[in-house]
C-alpha cells in the first residue's frame, strides 16, 4: 500500500491570553482556507507538530503510540503584532526545572517581516551580571539594553539554551524546538514590555553571559545560511533536527527522508502527496519517512519540511 501523510489539526492555536502579542498573519495567510473562523482573528502560536502535553496533536500522538516511536519536535507558527517578552530557555539540568520540565533550545525560520521588523538578540553592550539584575528589578526599558537585529523572510537563527532573545513586531515565524517526550519545555522571562506577567530575572541573569553575548559578533555564531541545491534550500542541522525549505515549481518531484518521520508545512500553494492533497497552513506527519514521497504541485508550492536528528533529506526524479 502506497504510504500516505498523515494530515494534522488546522486549528490547533493556543489562546490568545497566553499570547497576548498576537496578531493577524497566521489566520488570514496560513489558515482561512482551512479554517474560516481564522480569518481575522488574532492568533499568536499555531502548534503544527506537537506531541507534548501542551497543545498535543492527537492524530500525531496516536501514531507515536502505535509504533512505538519516540518524538522531541515540536514545530509552530508564530505571529508578532507585538514584541514577544525577552526570553532564555534553560538547559535540561537547570536546577529550577521541576521532574517534569525540561529546556526547550529552538529556532527560527522568518517567513513574513514587516518594513524595519526585527529580533532583538544578546545585548547591545557588554553589561555585568549585577547591574544587569539591578536593572531588570528596577523595570529598565530593556530596549535600551537589547541588540536588535532587522530581518527579512529566509533569515534562520538556531538559538541554544542560555541565549536571551524576542521575537520583535511585525516578524511572523517558524519555529522548530526540541521538547524531551513527556516534559514541558520551559521559558524563563527577563522582560515582558510592562505586560505584568511574572519574571524569571534570578533564573534568566544566573544563565545569561551579559559580558559576551553582544552585538553583530555574538548574533553571527546564531544566524544559519542555507545549503541551495536547485529548489531545496537546507539549514545546517543541530543536535536535535533540521529544518529544510522547498520552492518548487508546477510539476512533480520526488522526495526521501530517512528516518521515523518527517514534519511537514505547507506556506504556500499546495501539493499532492503520494495522494493526498495538502494545501496552505496545512501541516502534515509523513510516517516512516524513507518510503518515497512523490509530491505534484499544480503551480508554484513553498513548504518547510523538519527531520529529527541524523535524518536525511533529498530530491529525487519521480
Known amino acids: 500500500?502506497?504510504?500516505?501523510?498523515?494530515?494534522?489539526?488546522?486549528?490547533?492555536?493556543?489562546?490568545?491570553?497566553?499570547?497576548?502579542?498576537?496578531?493577524?498573519?497566521?489566520?488570514r495567510k496560513y489558515k482561512a482556507a482551512l479554517v474560516p473562523r481564522a480569518a481575522g482573528t488574532r492568533i499568536g502560536e499555531s502548534w503544527e507538530f506537537s506531541a507534548g502535553p501542551e497543545f498535543p496533536q492527537a492524530a500525531l500522538t496516536d501514531w507515536l503510540?502505535?509504533?512505538g516511536t519516540r518524538c522531541e519536535l515540536l514545530v509552530k507558527l508564530l505571529d508578532a503584532r507585538e514584541p514577544l517578552s525577552l526570553q532564555v530557555h534553560p538547559f535540561d539540568d537547570d536546577p529550577s526545572l521541576k521532574a517534569d520540565e525540561c529546556g526547550k533550545p529552538e529556532s527560527w525560520l522568518v517567513l513574513d517581516a514587516a518594513p524595519g521588523a526585527g529580533l532583538y538578540l544578546g545585548f547591545a553592550k557588554p553589561i555585568e551580571r549585577a547591574r544587569l539584575k539591578e536593572l531588570l528589578v528596577g523595570s529598565?526599558?530593556?530596549?535600551?539594553l537589547l541588540h536588535f537585529v532587522p530581518v527579512?523572510?529566509?533569515?534562520?537563527?538556531?538559538?541554544?539554551?542560555?541565549?536571551?532573545?524576542?521575537?520583535?513586531?511585525?516578524?511572523?515565524?517558524?519555529?522548530?524546538?526540541?521538547?524531551?517526550p513527556g516534559k514541558k519545555g520551559v521559558t524563563y522571562r527577563m522582560y515582558d514590555w510592562g505586560r505584568g506577567r511574572?519574571?524569571?530575572?534570578?533564573?534568566?541573569?544566573?544563565?545569561?553571559?551579559?559580558?559576551?553575548?553582544?552585538g553583530d559578533e555574538f548574533v553571527r555564531t546564531l544566524r544559519q545560511a542555507p545549503q541551495i541545491q536547485g529548489p531545496l534550500a537546507s539549514y545546517p542541522a543541530n543536535q536535535y533536527y533540521q529544518t529544510h525549505l522547498l520552492n518548487l515549481p508546477a510539476g512533480t518531484v520526488g522526495l526521501e527522508v530517512s528516518g521515523p518521520?518527517?514534519?511537514?508545512?505547507?506556506?504556500?500553494?499546495?501539493?499532492?502527496?503520494?495522494?493526498?492533497?495538502?494545501?496552505?497552513?496545512?501541516?502534515?506527519l509523513l510516517p516512516e519517512a524513507a518510503a518515497p514521497w512523490t509530491l505534484r504541485a499544480p503551480g508554484p508550492v513553498t513548504c518547510a519540511v523538519v527531520v529529527p536528528a541524523g535524518a536525511h533529506l533529498e530530491l529525487r526524479d519521480p
Not at 7 to 24: C, K, Q, S, V, Y
Not at 266 to 275: H, K, Q, V
Open 1 to 27: 500500500m502506497t504510504p500516505r501523510p498523515i494530515p494534522l489539526a488546522a486549528d490547533n492555536f493556543t489562546p490568545l491570553e497566553r499570547t497576548p502579542w498576537g496578531g493577524e498573519v497566521i489566520g
Open 65 to 67: 503510540a502505535a509504533t
Open 152 to 180: 527579512a523572510p529566509g533569515d534562520y537563527f538556531d538559538l541554544g539554551p542560555g541565549v536571551p532573545h524576542a521575537i520583535g513586531a511585525g516578524v511572523t515565524l517558524l519555529e522548530p524546538q526540541r521538547v524531551l
Open 261 to 284: 518521520y518527517a514534519s511537514l508545512t505547507i506556506l504556500t500553494g499546495s501539493l499532492d502527496a503520494n495522494g493526498l492533497r495538502l494545501d496552505t497552513g496545512r501541516t502534515a
Open 198 to 214: 511574572p519574571l524569571h530575572v534570578d533564573e534568566c541573569v544566573r544563565i545569561v553571559d551579559p559580558e559576551r553575548q553582544v
Open 140 to 144: 529598565v526599558d530593556a530596549r535600551d
